[in-house]
């Protein structure tokens, strides 16, 4: 009897994830924030509601006690709520679009974070995004791919489409399969490429940046955006261990 009933424990231990050793995760929320949620300014959180059958990011507004996103106009809830969080804060970044003009960063798919499928039916996600609207910052769910805006609300409940904003990355996602996952592995292969020069760097960063193929543009990238996650990890933790 009581192997049965450890085989059935082990089963169940291999079977079930550890949700908090994700890099994103999303925890119910209790009416506390908890300390690994992910703040995105003025108070606010990103949330997340099942409406539908279907996962729509929206805002978390602790001090008004209640989680607004657009759904068919405006729709507000209190309960079922959840809240993205991550160990990492610092991996997150906003970074500016603007679909009047498809001004967007380069690869920018390959970084952004998605908060749910659009629907039962397609693998489309929803990305989240945030903008201000009516004397506010608004997070709403974020369609890149058909009507390519953030759809957020207006005050009077309807909906709104906003087509210049930010969207929310995620600084830490390999954005080419080649890029190595340690920093100075890709502080060496960039290295490597610009020593064909006979190992001489006789142009500015600017231009020897130029020179590089897109390929090794985005390792440069993805470089710099690491070594400013990891400052502003150790400023983090200097400021925690040394508090006033």
């Known amino acids: 009897m009581w192997r049965i009933i450890f085989l059935l424990g082990f089963l169940l231990i291999i079977k079930c994830e550890n949700v908090y050793e994700q890099d994103i995760y999303w925890r119910d929320y209790k009416k506390i924030i908890p300390e690994d949620a992910v703040p995105v300014g003025y108070g606010l959180y990103v949330g997340q509601r099942l409406v539908n059958g279907v996962l729509i990011p ?12 657009e759904h068919n106009g405006k729709m507000e809830a209190i309960d079922d709520v959840k809240i993205m969080c991550s160990q990492e804060p610092f991996r997150f970044q906003w970074e500016y679009v603007n679909f009047y003009e498809n001004d967007l960063p380069e690869n920018l798919i390959l970084r952004l974070v998605e908060a749910g499928p659009q629907n039962n039916t397609t693998n489309l996600p929803w990305y989240i995004g945030r903008a201000f609207h009516q004397n506010e910052l ?47 592995s890709d502080i060496q292969v960039i290295k490597n490429e610009l020593s064909n020069k006979k190992n001489s760097f006789i142009l500015s960063i600017a231009a020897e940046l130029d020179l590089l193929s897109e390929e090794d543009k985005d390792l440069v990238k993805t470089s710099i955006w690491r070594l400013i996650n990891e400052v502003k990890r150790a400023e983090h933790l200097m400021i925690n261990s040394n508090p006033i």
């Open 58 to 69: 929206g805002t978390l507004n602790p001090k008004a006690g209640k989680f607004t996103t």
């Open 138 to 184: 608004r997070i709403g769910k974020v369609d890149i791919f058909n009507v390519k805006s953030l759809l957020i609300w207006n005050n009077d409940g309807t909906f709104h489409r906003d087509y210049k904003f930010e969207i929310l990355t995620d600084i830490n996602k390999i954005v080419n399969n080649n890029i190595h996952a340690d920093t100075s």
